[in-house]
């Protein structure tokens, strides 16, 4: 356990609860220096970037295992590397179909990722808007967690912080793991305790202890997430806020759908 002097200090220089508040102002401007500033980043999005009119098919996104993985980064789905198969039906299924993946999984991520990629109908990544927001998508996600290095639980807290209005029921609860790591925070079982539960039991524990409608209130959003901020330096392991690698999941590696990308990463 983190002793409580972890509680004032940041590599940032600030306290974690002002060093929250002080990004969150001005988040979007600080991702984008992030993307000018960090080696990876900037070599991740050039190499995507040029990439890009040759992923004409699925096997040529499928086959070039950086451009995916960078892909994925930006669903937050980097995890998902290691599963090839279920990429592969995620990109080719109708997210619609009730017989699709995307659909019996129930995992918005998942959902939104499948309708980006429009059923590689087109390839989805040779469209400027498009591309603007994977890039912004990538962005933030690996600036978020680039946080996280120095202040525990700080990529959960500015991740939730970014998302919380857009969580509108327990299933879109669920998907997002960072939202449902400040939540289980609030109800005051650590992350562990609640990921040896069954799914049943989740679902359960969330629906009768998180209410929602705080998700659509700014300032109890930042207290919900100041909250984490505390928990997570006392303990960052029970809370799930052990930081990761600062790289994209690429770095490790080495080396026209019918809704926009864009509002999927709004």
């Known amino acids: 356990m983190t002793s409580i002097s972890g509680l004032f200090a940041s590599g940032s220089g600030l306290p974690p609860i002002p060093a929250y508040l002080q990004t969150v102002k001005n988040e979007q401007s600080a991702a984008a220096k992030f993307g000018q500033s960090n080696a990876q980043a900037k070599a991740d999005l050039a190499y995507l970037q040029k990439q890009a009119p040759k992923l004409t098919t699925v096997d040529a996104l499928m086959k070039n295992y950086r451009a995916l993985g960078i892909v994925l980064s930006a669903f937050g789905m980097a995890s998902a590397i ?3 198969a279920l990429v592969r039906q995620l990109i080719t ?3 619609t179909a009730s017989s699709s993946v995307a659909q019996k999984i129930g995992n918005a991520t998942y959902l939104n990722f499948a309708k980006a990629m429009g059923q590689y109908k087109t390839n989805p990544f040779t469209d400027a808007t498009n591309m603007s927001a994977i890039t912004t998508a ?3 996600n690996n600036y978020e967690a680039a946080q996280g290095q120095s202040i525990p639980g700080m990529t959960q807290a500015l991740a939730f912080k970014r998302q919380a209005s857009q969580i509108t029921s327990v299933a879109k609860l669920m998907a997002n793991t960072s939202a449902v790591k400040v939540a289980v925070a609030q109800i005051g079982i650590d992350y562990t305790t609640y990921g040896l539960m069954s799914y049943q039991q989740q679902v359960s524990l969330l629906t009768k202890k998180v209410k929602l409608a705080d998700f659509q209130d700014a300032k109890k959003v930042d207290g919900m997430a100041e909250r984490y901020l505390v928990s997570a330096a006392q303990d960052p392991v ?7 690698s600062t790289g994209s999941i ?5 080396g026209s759908s019918s809704t926009s990308i864009l509002s999927l990463f709004a």
């Not at 029970?238 to 990761?244: D, E, H, I, R, V």
């Not at 690429?250 to 080495?254: D, E, N």
């Open 138 to 140: 990538y962005l933030y």
């Open 82 to 84: 290691t599963t090839p």
């Open 238 to 244: 029970a809370c799930g806020a052990s930081p990761l």
């Open 250 to 254: 690429t770095s490790l590696l080495g």
């Open 93 to 95: 299924q109708d997210p």
